[in-house]
């Protein structure tokens, strides 16, 4: 055998080595890309579910929301939609029903909250057209239930009113 030979021979065995090393890094690529792509499409199939749940009773929220507006309003604890969020601040979510959360309840606004909890248990489904209401009460302020934790809060409710059809 020649120099030339082995180097020849060097050479293709190389080749082979590259290419085996090649193809397993295409097969090892295309196995992560694949599993990416499934996760990625799983998680945009349920971030629309959760989108779309998120937006299903945005109306009926807005209208208890204002119905609450309108009788503090009425009632004299304030005068305007922004006056009455200070006083008594108010959160609305939607999904499977209308949830309203009012935090920093104490001694200057616990009869709001009152008469707030009075309007839903009396007309509360009637302005919803049906729609399942949950309302929830917390002596602490939002920024201290949303501080309180991110999956278990430390932040508890005082009171949960639901209001099912």
């Known amino acids: 055998m020649t120099?030339?030979?082995?180097?020849r021979t060097i050479d293709r065995i190389k080749g082979?080595?590259?290419?085996?090393?090649n193809e397993k890094f295409r097969l090892f690529f295309f196995y992560r890309a694949s599993a990416a792509c499934i996760l990625v499409a799983f998680v945009a199939l349920f971030s629309t579910e959760v989108i779309?749940?998120?937006e299903r009773?945005?109306?009926?929220g807005g209208?208890?929301?204002?119905?609450?507006?309108?009788?503090?309003?009425a009632k004299n604890f304030c005068k305007t939609s922004r006056e009455c969020h200070d006083f008594l601040p108010g959160y609305v979510a939607h999904g499977d029903r209308v949830r309203i959360a009012f935090y920093d309840i104490g001694d200057k606004n616990i009869q709001a909250f009152n008469v707030i909890i009075e309007l839903v248990i009396k007309d509360g489904l009637r302005i919803t057209d049906r729609v399942p209401i949950t309302i929830k009460?917390?002596?602490?302020?939002?920024e201290?239930?949303?501080?309180s934790g991110v999956f278990w809060k430390d932040v508890k409710p005082f009171l949960i009113l639901?209001?099912?059809k």
């Open 63 to 73: 209208r208890l929301s204002a119905a609450t507006v309108e009788i503090l309003i």
């Open 52 to 54: 779309a749940m998120g």
């Open 3 to 7: 120099a030339e030979h082995c180097a």
């Open 16 to 21: 082979r080595v590259g290419y085996e090393m």
């Open 57 to 60: 009773y945005t109306e009926q």
């Open 144 to 147: 201290e239930y949303r501080k």
């Open 137 to 142: 009460g917390y002596r602490e302020s939002h």
């Open 162 to 164: 639901e209001m099912n």
